[in-house]
């Protein structure tokens, strides 16, 4: 446009000006016409005739400016770029720009010089160059666009199916009636459900950070706040893993009772990358336990008073006994008996519903209590025709309550005999580590079927086989055992088989408290 201005005598030549009135023409076409709603690229009828606006400019301009030909290039580009077919496209990019230097050589037709075949050919095949340059780009372009699409589509379905899962987990976690928490390593919820998130509200625990803060959380006496390390998320995060860890979440009438058990997350290299904590609620269940427990204790305490009388006034008439007819000597000494026995019995009853069973170990030497043991069963074996057999290394220091610890061997060896109706033999042996002393007491007594022996530490369980025997007994003595050893931080268990004898392994910390449980 501002050619005019730098040599005006360009101005004089019509073919120029047309040229420059069909440039304009064009232009205003562009901003004009509503190409979007004319038939399927009409706008293409720009650069075409841009070709023949340029071939007005450059042959008008000849030879005052053979360089206008260079414009060719523009809609050249705009050919190769359009997504016409390439074939046409290469074919206006080649005879677009060959048009336009056709004319400036029409004059010498006959004598074409070499220089003037360069002007005519040259310039259009590098145009075709260019179109074809821009083409390959083009087409580059537009794999790499498919690609792409191809894979944000991709990635939209795998978004769309993990918020399906997302949801589906959300729905199964939710209607299931345990709290479930997934923590990761630094501690942030990484999935938890609508229980957990009710335990979270009735601890007014922190929610961004589990496991930290001011936390009501109490240990088993409902009373005690937990220290933030013993707190069920802050042990799982340290990479505990446990069950049946009983807490008291929230207070007043409020609080709940949470079975508490965790898992630890690893990643495949071994990392602890988080952890699983499952709560579940168990009010109800703690609450009949403690029911029954105070019904027992409260029915025994109330037998207590009578039974003691009874034996005491008893024991008063045959403190005379030479005075009394022998029939009635006999019968009272039958009285006494089972007067004794009975308060035996109430003596268990009110030991298996205490929960207040205390133990005060110390360093004992569990040796001397086998031994102890021993001799105050050694009446009844012989009576009942069994031996007994000792492997136990003297000494074999424990961290125990001797008194209880005794009454435990004494409940053992008691029954291993009453079990043994037809003699048999009894040994008791012991190994030991650094940590725990395993005391083994095994017989070959009736034994009991294995589903049996998994119950014989429940309260008033008696298994089948003894039943059967009609050997008499309250099926207390074992879950007071139980009890006591548990007290000392250690486990008991049972192995037996019906006809088989039986074997009864109890676990006591060799040295010092055990870990807080
Ligand atoms: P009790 O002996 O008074 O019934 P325990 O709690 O001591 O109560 O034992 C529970 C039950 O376990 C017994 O009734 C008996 O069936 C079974 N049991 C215990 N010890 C033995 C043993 N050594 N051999 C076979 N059965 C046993």
């Not at 609450?287 to 008073?305: D, G, I, P, Q, T």
């Not at 009394?324 to 009975?342: C, I």
Request: charged share 20%; with cysteine; proline share 6%.
């Amino acid at each position: 446009m501002i050619t005019p201005f730098a040599w005006p005598a360009l101005l004089q030549r019509p073919l120029y000006g047309a040229g420059l009135v069909l440039h304009g023409v064009l232009f205003v076409a562009c901003l004009l016409v509503p190409w979007e709603r004319l038939p399927h690229r009409a706008y293409l009828l720009v650069p075409v005739l841009d070709f023949a606006a340029i071939g007005l400019l450059r042959n008008g301009a000849a030879p005052l400016l053979p360089g206008l030909a260079v414009l060719a290039v523009f809609p050249v580009i705009w050919i190769s770029a359009s997504g016409m077919l390439s074939r046409s496209s290469l074919a206006l990019s080649f005879l677009g720009p060959f048009f336009v230097m056709v004319p400036s050589s029409m004059d010498h037709l006959a004598a074409m010089t070499s220089s003037d075949l360069t002007t005519v050919v040259l310039f259009p095949v590098m145009m075709l160059a260019v179109s074809l340059a821009i083409r390959f780009a083009s087409v580059n372009l537009r794999l790499q666009q498919r690609e792409l699409a191809e894979k944000d589509r991709e990635l939209r379905e795998l978004l769309a199916a993990s918020t399906d899962r997302e949801k589906l987990l959300e729905t199964v976690l939710d209607a299931t009636d345990v709290g479930i928490a997934a923590v990761d390593s630094s501690g942030h919820f990484l999935v938890s459900n609508s229980r957990q998130r009710n335990f979270r509200r009735a601890t007014g625990a922190d929610e961004a950070v589990p496991g930290q803060g001011h936390q009501l959380i109490y240990g088993q006496d409902r009373h005690t706040l937990l220290p933030p390390d013993r707190r069920p998320i802050s042990r799982a995060m340290a990479g505990e893993s446990f069950a049946d860890y009983l807490v008291w979440a929230g207070e007043g009438p409020e609080q709940r009772a949470v079975s508490t058990a965790a898992r630890p997350l690893v990643s495949d290299d071994g990392r602890l990358t988080g952890a699983v904590v499952v709560y579940t609620d168990v009010t109800g269940w703690v609450e009949s336990v403690a029911a029954n427990h105070e019904l027992v204790s409260n029915v025994s305490h109330e037998f207590k008073n009578p039974l003691n009388s009874i034996i005491g006034n008893v024991d008063l008439v045959l403190d005379d006994v030479d005075m009394l007819p022998p029939h009635l000597a006999q019968r009272l000494q039958v009285v006494q008996r089972n007067a004794e026995r009975l308060l035996d019995l109430v003596a268990d009853l009110t030991a298996s519903a205490s929960t207040t069973l205390n133990v005060h170990p110390k360093r004992t030497d569990l040796a001397s209590l086998v031994e102890t043991s021993l001799s105050s069963a050694q009446a009844s074996a012989q009576r009942s025709h069994v031996e007994i057999a000792t492997d136990v290394p003297s000494p074999l220091w424990a961290y125990a309550d001797p008194l209880r610890i005794g009454q435990v061997l004494d409940n053992l060896v008691s029954n291993a005999i009453k079990y043994s109706p037809d003699g048999g033999s009894i040994r008791i042996s012991a190994t030991a580590d650094r940590q725990w002393i395993r005391l083994s007491v095994t017989d070959t007594g009736m034994g009991m079927s294995p589903d049996d022996a998994a119950k014989v530490f429940n309260r008033f369980f008696r298994a089948e086989s003894a039943q059967q025997a009609a050997i008499p007994g309250a099926g207390l003595g074992l879950s007071i055992t139980r009890m006591i050893v548990e007290r000392h931080g250690g486990s008991i268990v049972c192995e037996s088989g019906e006809g088989q004898g039986s074997t009864f392994t109890m676990t006591l910390p060799a040295e010092g408290p055990p870990p807080a449980f």
